[in-house]
């Protein structure tokens, strides 16, 4: 049987929010489903985010958000992973998110959208077979 | 054969009995744990007649937008009955970043209202007289200039600086662990908290400068216990500076307070507050020989918090509210910022802070709750698990200092943070596998369910308005002054003399705070987070 290689993800805290706890939840899960999980800490700038994803190989950037300025910084984010020809990539963010930006999120090209109270089994599936798919 | 009965172990790890009775108060001593409100240890109560004779205060935390929309929020719940103030700053204030930074975009005005020089604080507190209205500043990394933006706006009232009453959250430590709004590196931070305390001891008594959140752990996962224990931990950090300075115990550690959490089991957060109420004077009377009763009084502020709130089925959560309001008079808070059913969403809206400011009316005006004072004293229950509270909190603490080297070292190291992101982490697995049960979460849910709350709504056009203003401000005042202040804080920052008063020459000249966050930053540098995971 082939070696399945092992799911890298970038749990990244942008701007000047420092509620974390939901940052640090979701990392201790997916190092609990077997990934390996980088959370650098907080108050992350967006041009950081790129530079830690390009350096950590990662497969997936998940975006904790809680302020409100998940819009103006996932658009921010996919903007610069374009350019730096790392639309490969599959974003997800999490946070206090209200349903009704849902849509302009996915609009943005971010695959997955995780508001507070999701379940890590949620999370969890979706990174699975959305990597498989996109980069593996 | 009889049914198995469920077993109950609380948040906190303590095991809960089926039923109490007078064996579980055999190693309680009557007069020396319990005793009688308004006396030592104060396990009933910090006054004698509690709400009979003065009802808890009503505080709620608000702020939003620019000052003068903040100021008409204010007004609006002080015309609805409140009777005092709890200011919420914008991200950009909390860090020390003027509207007009490149970091603040976004940000300005969205979770508090937009500070960047006096001129704001000017505004913010026009027509509220604060020689009546006490006013709490929920702010940490910039609390000593803010402080002294109060302290000054004060004075332009007429209000003279030993007469100042009110309170500033000014609790760093705790921002390291939940919430993250810190600046400098660990050491210099605690310094400017010891620079606050020791100013105000001096110079304004009747102002509490630091009011120490256990909140913020508690919203960050930790367990009452930890809450109570990693409070107490810092608390004695502040202590210790003060004493440092050449201050006497009871000179000053009675102007520090708590701002505490509500959250869970019912009688797990009763017990919570009266042990930790207990356990603080003894350490203030056995530790550090404090003399006057008001110093071994833990003073708290307690009323709910976002973190048992539930974006599912949020109409539930003004119940939760409710509940939490009658936890904090079962505690014997001294005042109440309820949250708002809204909160697991956005910050307030005008209706659902209503909603909370009458919450906390009824039960007071209507419910008879101050009629008589801690009316679960001497409950078998209540009691049994409060003296358990104390000895793991007692614990708690001991470990911070004996194991982790205390908690300066424990809190730069990550140790405190990855130990609250271990216990949110069992919660929250807890909550999703059903073992903890949570109502419309993982008990009762609705398929079809509404979220149809109404947001506080944000608009992006505040930046400019505040960039706007604050050039106008600078554009207004006397160049030369603000430089010479500034080189004042800097000189004071670096030779390690009290900063408070360059501060308030500095905020006097209408330096903005990222004028003066800067010039600090130039002195004690900028912390370097440590994740422990």
């Known amino acids: ?24 939840l979701v990392t201790l899960a997916l190092r609990d489903a077997g990934f390996e999980v980088i959370y650098p800490g907080l108050h992350q700038t967006v041009e950081k985010i790129v530079e830690t994803a390009l350096q950590e190989d990662v497969n997936v950037i998940g975006l904790s958000i809680l302020s409100g300025a998940h819009l103006p910084i996932a658009k921010k984010l996919m903007n610069q992973l374009r350019e730096a020809g790392m639309d490969d990539k599959l974003v997800v963010v999490g946070g206090n998110i209200p349903e009704q930006d849902i849509p302009a999120l996915k609009s943005l090209g971010v695959a997955g959208v995780f508001p507070s109270s999701s379940r890590f089994e949620e999370i969890v599936a979706f990174i699975q077979s959305n990597v498989a798919e996109k980069q593996m | 054969m009889a049914d198995k009965i469920r077993e109950v172990v609380l948040e906190s790890g303590i095991p809960v009995k089926p039923v ?140 003279p600086l030993n007469q100042v009453r009110g309170t ?27 620079d606050t305390i020791e100013f105000c001891a001096r110079h304004a008594p009747k102002y509490y400068p630091v009011s120490v959140c256990g909140y913020h752990i508690r ?48 009688f797990e957060q009763i017990a919570k507050f009266r042990a930790a109420r207990r356990l603080w004077a003894r350490i203030m ?17 307690a009323g709910g918090g976002g973190g048992g709130l539930t974006i599912e089925q ?13 936890i904090s008079a079962l505690s014997g808070t001294q005042t109440m910022a309820l949250c708002s059913y809204d909160e697991a969403y956005t910050i307030p809206t005008e209706k659902a802070a209503l909603i909370s400011l009458r919450t906390m009316q ?5 419910m008879g709750i101050g009629d008589t004072v801690d009316p679960l004293g001497g409950s078998y229950y209540v009691e049994s698990l409060t003296s358990e509270f ?46 903890i049960p949570k109502v419309g979460v993982n008990r009762f849910r609705m398929e079809e369910e509404s979220r149809d709350v109404a947001l506080h709504s944000y608009d992006p056009k505040q930046a400019e308005e505040s960039i706007r203003r604050t050039a106008e401000v600078v554009a207004g005042r006397d160049a030369d002054a603000v430089q010479s202040a500034l080189e004042k804080v800097r000189v004071a920052a670096k030779d390690g003399q009290n900063t408070m008063p360059a501060l308030i020459e500095a905020v006097r000249a209408y330096a903005t705070i990222g004028e003066i966050t800067k010039t600090l930053k130039e002195v004690f540098g900028e912390y370097a987070e440590q994740v422990k995971l």
Not at chain 2, 175 to 185: K, T, V
Not at chain 2, 314 to 326: D, F, K, S, T
Not at chain 2, 391 to 417: F, L, M, P, T
Request: glycine share 10%.
């Open chain 2, 219 to 266: 919203e960050s996962g930790a367990h009452p216990v930890q809450e109570i224990a990693y409070a107490y931990a810092i608390a004695k950090e502040y202590i210790k500076r003060g004493l440092e300075r050449g201050l006497g115990i009871d000179d000053f550690a009675g102007q520090i307070s708590f701002n505490l959490d509500i959250y869970g089991n019912f």
């Open chain 2, 390 to 435: 104390e000895k793991r909190i007692a614990a708690e603490i001991k470990r911070v200092d004996e194991e982790w080297g205390g908690i300066v070292e424990a809190v730069s190291a990550g140790i405190v943070q990855g130990e609250v992101a271990r216990q949110a982490y069992r919660f929250e697995r807890g909550v999703q596998d059903g073992s």
């Open chain 2, 168 to 194: 500033a959250q000014n609790d760093i430590l705790k921002e390291y662990i939940g919430r993250g709004a810190w600046i400098f590196p660990v050491e210099p931070a605690v310094r400017l908290i010891g």
């Open chain 2, 314 to 326: 949020p109409e539930n959560n003004i119940v939760r509210g409710a509940y939490y309001a009658l």
């Open chain 2, 362 to 366: 009824i039960l007071i005006e209507e």
């Open chain 2, 285 to 301: 009377k056995d530790e550090f020989g404090a003399q006057s009763p008001s110093t071994m009084m833990m003073k708290m502020i």
């Open chain 1, 1 to 24: 049987m082939p070696h399945k290689p092992i799911i890298r993800v970038l749990i990244a805290k942008p701007g000047l929010d420092g509620h974390d706890r939901g940052a640090r």
């Open chain 2, 20 to 159: 109490y009775g007078p064996e579980d108060l055999g190693a309680i001593d009557l007069d020396h744990d319990i005793g009688k409100p308004g006396e030592f240890p104060f396990t009933r109560g910090i006054h004698p007649f509690m709400y009979r004779q003065r009802p808890f205060t009503m505080r709620q935390y608000a702020g939003f937008g620019m000052p003068h929309e903040t100021n008409q929020r204010f007004k609006f719940l002080i015309e609805n009955g409140q009777n005092a103030l709890n200011v919420a700053f914008d991200l950009p204030t909390q860090m020390g970043l003027d509207s007009g930074d490149p970091l603040a975009e976004g940000e300005v005005g969205r979770v508090g209202m937009a500070v960047d020089t006096l001129a704001d604080m000017e505004v913010a507190f026009a027509g509220i007289p604060l020689d009546q209205i006490s006013v709490s500043l929920t702010i940490n990394a910039v609390a000593a200039p803010i402080m002294a933006m109060y302290f000054v706006v004060a004075e332009k009232q007429g209000v």
